[in-house]
């Protein structure tokens, strides 16, 4: 098994543009997070999904930031426009049958919005 | 909702000595709890859990202790070595349906040969 998947892992933008971030969970994993982690703020959960459902997006920090997982082997998280206090590293997890198992990180997505 | 508070932010050992983390929570019904370890430039991966009808769990070097009265839980290091240095987390998952993850601010963990 490859693991959790993310792209790009590296990813520079200018602020106002798109940007999109992409995820592959572990087949057969039931539940997809997406965490935030900054020196700052540590590591932030930002959109829990369960059987492609989104079940928590209250850490969504604002309307600019949005989820999707339109089936069970693929989730984006978009930022639209970007600013640069979204750089961070963006961290997508798996996890069998529900959230209270343990979780595969991705390698995550370094990004910079300068 | 939940609340983790972890402590110390930052901790300094020589090579040998034991580390103890410690996280408390604020949700009494809260039931799992994951320690995960993030080495610099990687991923967190999980290390260790425990859930709450268990006080104690061991695995070789590294050991969890939960205190579900006092609603806190602890990390223990014994016999460190470098490659123990790393940025630990504590989580707390709160029950009720939603299974929503909440982590603590992480311990920076450094260990001196």
Redesign the interface.
Known sequence: DAGVIQSPRHEVTEMGQEVTLRCKPISGHN?L?WYRQTMMR????LI?FNNNVP??DSGMPEDRFSAKMPNASFSTLKIQPSEPRDSAVY?CASSPY???Y??Y????TRLTVT | GENVEQHPSTLSVQEGDSAVIKCTYSDSAS??F?W?KQELG?????II?IRSNVGEKKDQRIAVTLNKTAKHFSLHITETQPEDSAVY?CAA?ASGG?????????TSLIVHP
Do not use: H, M, V, W
Not at chain 1, 42 to 45: C, D, K, M, R
Not at chain 1, 105 to 108: A, L, R, T, Y
């Open positions: 539940s997070f540590g590591l932030e959960l829990y079940i928590d961290f529900r959230a209270d343990e979780q990180f991705g390698p995550g | 039931n799992y994951p995960y990687k991923r967190p991966q999980l859990d987390f998952y939603s299974y929503i993850p909440t982590f603590g601010r992480g």
